[in-house]
């Protein structure tokens, strides 16, 4: 019987979760579940107004995608600890969970990322809030998610292309650039 699986795509704001999700879709047979997308189903013309219904209606899905048994991706900026009782239900249920972990150089070029969807009528994301949540990103990730799931890859976005930087299990991994790695590491603390 062939294993359940779910793929995390994860990182901060603008790290490119939705363009590296829909670029794993082609490849393969996955259903996308995103909050994001659903608000826009919702009300394409004012995403914001919808969001509790979006929420509501993201998590309606999951369950469903779970009961099917289902292959998944879902996206998280893994920036707070709601994710940790998703990945508990999803190994309950029989599923492999991996997540595919993407980052920036800087949350400056998150901002810059982040002003550019917003061009594009994409949604806002306080400065404040896109500090925050890329420093506990990163920290949330290595410290405690890459440790709760089956196995993990760490991406490179900055140069808008997505190179692989390692992979592991827990704490067993092998990293191919420790130059690029070593962006990924700093600021990363255990608050």
Not at 9 to 23: L, R, Y
Request: hydrophobic share 35%.
């Amino acid at each position: 019987m062939m294993k359940k699986n779910v793929i995390i795509v994860a990182g901060a704001n603008g790290s490119g979760k939705t363009t590296f999700s829909k670029i794993f879709l082609e490849k393969y047979s996955y259903f996308f579940l995103n909050a994001d997308e659903i608000a826009k189903e919702l009300n394409p013309d004012d995403v914001n107004s919808v969001q509790f219904s979006a929420g509501r209606e993201y998590f309606s899905r999951l369950k469903n995608l779970i009961a099917n048994g289902d292959n998944f991706i879902i996206e998280s900026t893994l920036s707070g600890k709601g994710i940790s009782g998703i990945i508990d239900k999803l190994k309950e249920n029989g599923y492999g969970v991996t997540i595919l972990y993407l980052y920036l150089e800087s949350v400056n070029v998150c901002k810059a990322r982040v002003a550019q969807r917003v061009q594009r009528g994409g949604h806002h994301i306080p400065d404040e809030d896109l500090i925050r949540r890329y420093w506990r990103s990163k920290s949330n990730f290595w410290l405690k998610y890459k440790n709760q799931v089956d196995e993990w890859s760490l991406y490179y976005n900055s140069n808008d292309t997505f190179e692989e930087v390692g992979f592991g299990i827990a704490d067993d991994y092998e990293i191919s650039n420790n130059e690029i790695f070593k962006l990924f590491k700093g600021g990363i603390t255990n608050e």
